[in-house]
T-cell receptor
Framework: DVKVTQSSRYLVKRTGEKVFLECVQDMDHENMFWYRQDPGLGLRLIYFSYDVKMKEKGDIPEGYSVSREKKERFSLILESASTNQTSMYLC??????????????FGEGSRLTVL | SQQGEEDPQALSIQEGENATMNCSYKTSINNLQWYRQNSGRGLVHLILIRSNEREKHSGRLRVTLDTSKKSSSLLITASRAADTASYFCATVATDSWGKLQFGAGTQVVVTP
C-alpha cells in the first residue's frame, strides 16, 4: 500500500523557534508538495519539488523553505515561526506531473500551533 | 490564488439522498480532480476528468466537466453516513506546470 508519512501529527512551538516538518514517501515518486490548509481558504501550495535538490515556489512561499536531499524525503522548514503560521500542513507526492494525470497521495497532516 | 471554488460551502442531507456539489475555475486546464477529506485527515483522490471528457463515473460518483463554462460537478448517489467529509476540486492551469490548486471545499454531512 502506498504511503506518505508525516513525522508529527501535532506540534506546539513558540514564536521565533525553528520548525522542521518531515515527509517521507515510499512510492519512488519524483514530485513532492507542501500545502497548508486553513478554514475557508482550502489548500494553498507552499513549495513543490520535481526532483532531488530541485524546488519551486508555490503560491505562498514567504516564511518557509524546503529541502529535498533524497528522493523519498521532503522537508518544510519554518526558520522563525510566527503565530500566523499556525495551520494544518499537508505533504503530498505524485509520480507524474500533477497536471497531466498524476493524482496526489497525501500524508495525514501535521497540525502546527505557534504560541 | 485559488483556482477552483466549490459551491455550496456546506451540504446536509439524509442517507439515501443524492449530494451534488459544483466547482468553478478560472483558467484553461489539463484536467480536474476531486478529492475527499475526512475530518482531521489527509486528502484522498476520488476521480480525475480530462479536459476532453464531459462525464465520468466511478462507483456511486459521477463527475461532469463543462470547459466552456469552466465548471465541474460531483454527484454522489445514494449517500451513506460514511460519505460525511469535505470534498475538494483541484486543477492545474495549462500555464502553471505541476501546481495543483485546490478550492476551499464543500463540507458534506450525511445523517442516518
Amino acid at each position: 500500500d502506498v504511503k506518505v508519512t508525516q513525522s508529527s501529527r501535532y506540534l506546539v512551538k513558540r514564536t521565533g523557534e525553528k520548525v522542521f516538518l518531515e515527509c517521507v514517501q515510499d512510492m519512488d515518486h519524483e514530485n513532492m508538495f507542501w500545502y497548508r490548509q486553513d478554514p475557508g481558504l482550502g489548500l494553498r501550495l507552499i513549495y513543490f519539488s520535481y526532483d532531488v535538490k530541485m524546488k519551486e515556489k508555490g503560491d505562498i512561499p514567504e516564511g518557509y523553505s524546503v529541502s529535498r536531499e533524497k528522493k523519498e524525503r521532503f522537508s518544510l522548514i519554518l526558520e522563525s515561526a510566527s503565530t500566523n503560521q499556525t495551520s494544518m500542513y499537508l505533504c503530498a507526492s505524485t509520480r507524474g506531473l500533477a497536471g497531466v494525470g498524476g493524482e496526489l497521495f497525501f500524508g495525514e497532516g501535521s497540525r502546527l500551533t505557534v504560541l | 490564488s485559488q483556482q477552483g471554488e466549490e459551491d455550496p460551502q456546506a451540504l446536509s442531507i439524509q442517507e439515501g439522498e443524492n449530494a451534488t456539489m459544483n466547482c468553478s475555475y478560472k483558467t484553461s486546464i489539463n484536467n480536474l480532480q476531486w478529492y475527499r477529506q475526512n475530518s482531521g485527515r489527509g486528502l484522498v483522490h476520488l476521480i480525475l476528468i480530462r479536459s476532453n471528457e464531459r462525464e465520468k463515473h466511478s462507483g456511486r460518483l459521477r463527475v461532469t466537466l463543462d470547459t466552456s463554462k469552466k465548471s465541474s460537478s460531483l454527484l454522489i448517489t445514494a449517500s451513506r453516513a460514511a460519505d460525511t467529509a469535505s470534498y475538494f476540486c483541484a486543477t492545474v492551469a495549462t500555464d502553471s506546470w505541476g501546481k495543483l490548486q485546490f478550492g476551499a471545499g464543500t463540507q458534506v454531512v450525511v445523517t442516518p
